[in-house]
């Protein structure tokens, strides 16, 4: 069970080394925005490149149809990553070995929507994914395995997202045989301990230029590139793709030099590196200021 990129090489691992899959579960495909096209999820679609069995319901909650299906399948475990939807309660005796999920953060950290968003944001040095059984409620259940990575300075949601999908990837095997022999041990996460990942708001990426340096590059990362940071200028709206930290200061929002140089809140600056001019393809911070109204000694909080 599975939908976004972040699961493909998970269920390609699964393929590749012989394990049986009798079913894929994904979420049904989505319209575009202008409704002209229907998008089927990254899981769906390689599903149906590999040849495998895959539904996509709109919801597993009351739903007689799913539940008698998964309950005369007889499974012997379930593997969820990045779903999108809760497993009720009464699905989680249907499978003999439970559902095992695998889990984007070092759990009982980041539980929810987007730990991997939240851990950049939050400027925290490593990340990983935690291997865990599915409970009641939303990422409590316990850990038999958690994975670790560092995040570094030029990380962003899309480079950890892919370093934690192939860490996945890498290590699912040996915990589903284990689990299936009963080799394994699962060990109560500390609730006590437990943050939350809550899901992305559009509006979170306005960049607020009184906040440091260094936590509007914390924002810049987490949210590449969906739904991305932008500010405001004379009426338009800018997208800032990259950025990196930089020492000087002035007034806070103030345009530092003729390359992008931005002066934050805690006498620091960032340095933009590409950016994208609302309606327009990104660029390279050389190629954007040729064009650009936003000069040396212009003030972005002057919206």
């Not at 007689?64 to 009464?90: F, M, R, S, T």
Request: aromatic share 6%.
């Amino acid at each position: 069970m599975g939908t976004p990129l972040f699961a493909v090489p998970i269920l390609k691992t699964l393929y590749q080394n012989g394990y049986p899959i009798s079913v894929v579960y994904t979420q049904p495909p989505q319209k575009s925005q202008r409704g002209q096209k229907i998008n089927k999820s990254p899981i769906q679609g390689i599903s149906e490149t590999l040849k495998i069995e895959c539904r996509t319901p709109n919801s597993l909650k009351n739903n007689k149809e799913e539940y008698n299906y998964l309950k005369e399948l007889n499974a012997d475990i379930a593997i969820v990553v990045a779903y999108g939807q809760i497993i009720p309660k009464e699905y989680l005796s249907l499978v003999k070995k439970g559902f095992i999920n695998i889990h984007a953060s070092l759990l009982p950290k980041w539980r929810g929507a987007a730990p991997i968003q939240r851990s950049i944001m939050n400027l925290e040095k490593e990340t990983g994914v935690s291997v865990m059984k599915i409970g009641e409620k939303l990422d409590t259940g316990p850990v038999c395995n958690s994975y670790k990575i560092k995040i570094n300075d030029n990380d962003n949601a899309e480079s950890i997202s892919e370093k934690l999908s192939a860490l996945a990837a890498e290590n699912i095997l040996n915990n589903i045989d284990e689990i299936l022999d009963d080799k394994i041990k699962f060990k109560e996460q500390n609730h006590n301990e437990a943050s939350y990942a809550n899901k992305i708001e559009k509006n979170e990426g306005q960049i607020k230029w009184n906040e440091s340096a260094e936590n509007i590059i914390g924002k810049i990362n987490g949210l590449y590139p969906s739904p991305g940071t932008f500010f405001t200028h004379k009426g338009e709206r800018y997208k800032i793709l990259k950025a990196t930290l930089a020492s000087g200061s002035g007034e806070i929002g103030e345009v530092l030099d003729n390359y992008l140089e931005i002066s934050c809140g805690n006498k620091k600056s960032i340095k933009i590196l590409e950016i994208q001019r609302q309606g327009k393809r990104p660029q390279n911070i050389g190629e954007f200021m040729l064009g650009s109204q936003i000069k040396k000694g212009s003030n972005l909080n002057n919206a």
